[in-house]
């Protein structure tokens, strides 16, 4: 099948009445497509996950009765229509026409008539039905409710920019290559690339594209003078603040960013672990595309005693699985995956990995926690449990506001995702 609205159709079905992810779905469908159709269908797709509670209350309006079981995909194939008519600036005759084409590829040929009269009924009754929408909070800011609740209570003043800055698409941000260029150099590159940017001086390895471009269109990216990492991420690694010759270790490193970037800023000897052998295997290639070298080992880091050979860490990375709550806007398909209860899960095993790590650090060492959550379970209560149940860990502050109660660094979607940082020494 090579139709891309019935491929992001099957796409959307996949994702959200299977539970796939849609960087595990999407790269499949798209490698049948050429690359304006490939662009379609991401477009489609993410548009229709950013807005599917909306979509959902358009179809409940206008089918008799929802599509079930062998049917279900069509719903998803009217989301497709609906998105690209209130949301995309396809011309309106194209967009019902091309969707109920799809069901030629799709094998159904006799809903034609079905999906071509509620894409009708749709432009004929769109203020209303946008009206009615307007009215339903899940609607209203396209999250799940559970996670609004979260929000609200944790940020009672910032909740709703955040749920918007997760609607918007994210910018496409660079990581130079210091250790080719600096950059201002770098910036020289892309400008005589005629790539338009801007650096913002709070990240000092970052630039940010003004429109995201094909990585092969930049300078020297095969050689490695520059990765694609969002600035937030990028803090990391100065966080860390690694130096030559140390011991480190990056417990949950896949796809390698953070190690690449460590090992950008210092000669170290990084061993970079993670739980997933397929994930370790994009380490590798991104270590080698940079020209850097890591120690690869595929273990579990809540049980170190598998693994670690018994020499101690000068600095660990910490950059724990969590809810990527922070990440929506580049994964919003998160808002569907993700459960209230995945939480409360995720925060046991933060706590075990951590608890279970903590051992491994030299007296004298640093270790860094990291999430790309913007929830308080798996960030600041987790650490501020952790430093009170723990007599050798010392709170350092990553700004004035950072206390052993309310430790760490929250950033919130908009300018970078959304991450949060606690740094902590083990007494000598
Ligand atoms: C947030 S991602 C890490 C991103 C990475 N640090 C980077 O910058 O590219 C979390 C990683 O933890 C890994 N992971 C999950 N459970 C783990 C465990 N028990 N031990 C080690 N790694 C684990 C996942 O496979 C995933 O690659």
């Known amino acids: ?8 159709a099957q ?18 469908a ?25 979509l959902e209350h358009y179809c409940q309006q206008l089918l008799d ?3 079930k079981g062998k049917r279900r995909v069509y719903q998803f194939l009217l989301y497709v229509g609906m998105y690209q008519l209130q949301y995309m600036r396809t011309p309106e005759h194209a967009a019902v026409a091309e969707t109920v084409n799809a069901l030629q590829s799709m ?18 009754q769109f203020s209303e039905l946008e009206d009615s929408a307007n009215r339903i909070p899940v609607c209203q800011y396209n999250h799940p409710s559970w996670f609004m609740k979260k929000l609200q209570a944790a940020y009672p003043d910032q909740w709703q920019d955040i749920l918007a800055a997760n609607q918007d698409q994210a910018p496409m941000w660079l990581r130079v290559n210091q250790a080719h260029y600096s950059v201002a150099e770098y910036s020289e590159l892309l400008d005589e690339a005629g790539i338009s940017h801007c650096l913002e001086p709070r990240f000092e390895d970052a630039i940010v594209l003004d429109k995201p471009c094909d990585v092969y269109l930049l ?10 990492q969002d600035a937030a991420a990028q803090l990391a690694a100065r966080l860390l603040n ?67 050979d018994g020499q101690p860490y000068d600095r660990i990375l910490l950059d724990v699985p969590c809810s990527a709550t922070g990440v929506i806007r580049r994964h ?21 990995i951590l608890e279970n790590i903590w051992p491994l650090l030299k007296p004298g060492g640093t270790l860094l926690y990291a999430t790309c959550s913007v929830l308080p379970e798996e960030n600041c209560d987790q650490v501020a449990a952790f430093l009170q149940n723990t007599d050798d860990a010392l709170h350092q502050p990553l700004h004035q506001d950072d206390t052993p109660t309310t430790p760490g660094l929250q950033l919130l979607p908009g300018l970078s995702d959304g991450f949060y940082y606690a740094k902590i020494t083990k007494r000598q």
Not at 33 to 54: E, F, H, M, S, W
Not at 110 to 123: D, E, H, P, Y
Not at 337 to 350: E, G, P, S, V, Y
């Open 242 to 308: 690694p130096q030559n010759n140390e011991r480190i270790l990056d417990a949950c490193a896949a796809p390698g960013g953070k190690t690449c970037h460590i090992l950008e800023l210092a000669d170290a000897n990084v061993d970079a672990l993670d739980a997933d052998s397929e994930r370790l295997l994009r380490v590798e290639e991104n270590l080698k595309r940079l020209g850097l070298h890591a120690h690869c080992i595929h273990a579990d880091a809540s049980t170190p005693n598998d693994w670690w």
């Open 107 to 124: 094998r159904a040929p006799g809903l034609k008539g079905l999906v071509n009269a509620i894409l009708r009924t749709f432009q004929r």
């Open 219 to 228: 300078p020297g990216f095969r050689e490695g003078a520059c990765s694609v």
């Open 11 to 28: 796409t959307l079905f996949q994702v959200v009445d299977k539970g796939q992810s849609l960087s595990t779905v999407l790269p499949n």
């Open 65 to 67: 009765q929802p599509l």
């Open 332 to 352: 919003p398909d998160i808002k569907w995956l993700r459960r209230n209860t995945d939480i409360t899960d995720l925060a046991q095993l933060q706590q075990q």
């Open 1 to 8: 099948m090579t139709n891309v609205r019935a491929l992001a």
């Open 30 to 54: 798209a490698s049948k497509l050429n690359p304006k159709d490939k662009a379609l269908l991401q477009q489609i797709c993410y548009g229709v996950l950013r807005y599917l509670p909306t």
